[in-house]
């Protein structure tokens, strides 16, 4: 039994071996996700170094020699208690959507007990403090070397239906864990299926007997072409965006004012909690990038998603990488979120120690993480339709050169949604490609550096297949664009450019909130395409409608940037496609 294990997991010696790979094998410089481990400049910094990088790189990349990983706090001895049970009622309830309009995925955590008992260790022995060697014996084979899979003694469920007094229906799914940083828990993810559009549901997720503090709810997607654009629809596909938002600044010693988050994640609760239609609601809430801001601490996750918790559980969360998600290449984006992006997987009732024997392994550290953990490529970049729009997130952390599967899929895409009728594409990564802070490493007109670089992999894309509206963030203000390719606006009269326009707009939306403050620094002279800039805490109002009636109606598409202390909106613009343009 591993020093480390706390959650029980039957490794088989294939999947361990699965992770025995080296800079000597990827070459120096190399980074992918699907690897273990990294051998780039940065991998000290965020804790992903393989073992040999120091000595296979040194001398042949400027980089320090990497850190040590973090180990996660170990026991005395291999005959040290597990932890006792500690409540583990479920927590850190998320929404996410799927591909499919009739489903909604649940994720939520648990902590202490539950989790003791995840992978084979009733719950009885965890609680008298049975030791790990013993229950290691009770789950695999007296051989030493396989692995013998037991049923999960517990299971994740969620119970719903139309009704908080009678949540008739149930569905279950996975759990999972992984180990980078020392983090303990397990997490779980449930599909419900089969949903009516447009409906409210309640709901209370549960694990191995223990149900969530209360019935949260979700409104379903609505029916085709009832809410967002068409000559259908009865209201507007309402969307809120933020980027660069951290954990709430309870702890004034860190509070550095204007910057916090506070403000944001409030203005966030009370918009999920308004009544969908009501001028204060929105439909879904999306995440450019750069969540929690961890610095490798991997409780500051569980810190960010309680505090997320009121909106995320009300309304779907959907989110895409940055560069503070780096850490443990990834790890803990990878698993705590389930996008819909292309190899999603469908749920079914799979164990830790089952997925382990089968050879799933997260990261460095060979433990398996479980069907439905480690999300893999479906969370750094994935799609889906809501109200006439289609919505692509990608990460800017990850290759965009032309060839890279990140590349190739995005480009797919991008075809099958304008091919299929989509009235509108929106985009959202998390560096930008257009911005004029005085940051030249990010807004620089260098090539290689953040902003070409950016350009570079993606901005063909966009004019190719005719992307609306890129929303993103990294630098920590608010600045819009004429719509503009190839650093030309077609238009700089306010007036007539956002009217039917040939090219991107881009908007970076870096101002939600974190304890890195904001970027007030502009350069002193924007270049013609940059529109509006300002920096203030704030997010972001999407608005997809239509104005007018029938064949003569014009398609819409309105930003607005609200700040967060007042709720007044600063800045806003309006994407209109005119219904001449739309029968060309």
């Not at 084979?120 to 290691?136: H, K, M, N, T």
């Not at 203000?477 to 007539?496: G, I, L, Q």
Request: proline letters at 6%; one cysteine or more; charged letters at 15%.
């Amino acid at each position: 039994m591993m020093r480390t294990a706390w959650v029980l997991l039957a490794v088989a010696a294939s999947a361990a071996a699965a992770v025995n790979i080296t800079c000597a094998e990827l070459g120096c410089g190399t980074r992918n996700a699907s690897q273990p481990c990294a051998c780039n400049s940065a991998c000290s910094r965020y804790r992903d170094c393989c073992a040999d990088f120091n000595t296979t790189c040194a001398g042949r990349m400027p980089t320090p020699a990497p850190r040590a990983p973090t180990p996660p706090p170990a026991p005395a001895d291999d005959d040290a208690p597990l932890p006792p049970p500690s409540g583990g009622a479920p927590e850190q309830i998320h929404l996410a959507l799927t591909k499919a309009t009739d489903e909604m995925r649940v994720s939520f955590t648990t902590m202490g007990g539950a989790g003791a008992a995840a992978a084979g260790a009733p719950a009885a022995q965890a609680a008298s403090g049975i030791s790990a060697r013993a229950v290691a014996a009770a789950t695999t084979g007296a051989g030493g070397g396989g692995a013998t899979v037991h049923s999960p003694p517990a299971v994740a469920s969620v119970r719903y239906g139309t009704s908080a007094a009678a949540l008739d229906r149930v569905a279950t799914g996975t759990s999972s864990t992984y180990r980078d940083g020392g983090w303990r828990g397990l997490l779980h993810t449930v599909l419900l299926r089969g949903l009516a559009p447009g409906t409210r549901y309640y709901y209370r997720p549960a694990y191995a007997g223990a149900d969530a503090p209360g019935v949260s709810s979700f409104v379903s997607a609505a029916a085709a072409g009832t809410v967002g654009s068409g000559a259908a629809a009865t209201r507007p596909l309402v969307v809120a965006v933020v980027a660069d938002l951290g954990s709430n600044c309870v702890d004034k010693s860190t509070w550095r004012e204007p910057g916090c988050g506070n403000g944001t994640i409030a203005a966030l609760t009370a918009g999920a909690a308004a009544l969908p239609g009501t001028p204060a609601a929105f439909d879904l809430l999306l995440h450019a990038g750069d969540i929690a801001y961890t610095s490798g601490a991997q409780g500051v996750w569980d810190v960010f998603l309680r505090q997320m918790e009121p909106v995320a559980s009300r309304v779907p969360y959907m989110v895409c990488a940055g560069n503070h998600e780096h850490y443990y290449n990834f790890s803990g984006f990878r698993h705590r979120f389930d996008m819909p992006g292309p190899g999603a997987p469908r749920e079914g009732v799979v164990s830790v120690a089952a997925a382990a024997a089968a050879g799933a392994t997260d990261g460095a550290s060979g433990v398996g993480a479980g069907a439905g953990g480690d999300h893999g490529a479906h969370n750094l970049w994935h799609s889906f339709d809501a109200g006439g729009a289609h919505f692509v997130g990608f990460s800017s952390e990850h290759n965009l050169t032309v060839g890279s599967p990140q590349h190739a899929w995005l480009d797919a895409d991008l075809a099958a949604a304008r091919a299929g009728g989509a009235v509108w594409l929106v985009a959202y990564g998390h560096r930008p490609l257009y911005c004029t802070c005085s940051d030249s490493y990010d807004c620089g007109a260098g090539e290689g550096y953040g902003a070409m670089k950016m350009r570079a992999g993606v901005e063909a894309l966009f004019e190719k297949h005719g992307v609306e509206l890129y929303l993103t963030g990294h630098v920590h203000n608010y600045e819009r664009t004429f719509p503009v390719d190839n650093n030309t606006a077609a238009s700089t009269d306010p007036a007539v450019a956002y009217v039917d326009a040939r090219h991107t707009t881009h908007v970076v939306v870096g101002m939600a909130g974190d304890n890195e403050g904001l970027t007030d620094g502009f350069m002193a002279a924007p270049p013609s395409w940059s529109a509006v800039r300002h920096a203030e805490l704030g997010w972001a109002r999407l608005t997809v409608g239509s104005d007018g009636a029938g064949a003569a109606a014009d398609e819409t598409l309105k930003f607005e940037y609200v700040l967060s202390s007042s709720g007044k909106v600063f800045d806003t613009f309006t994407l209109r496609k005119t219904a001449a343009a739309q029968s060309r």
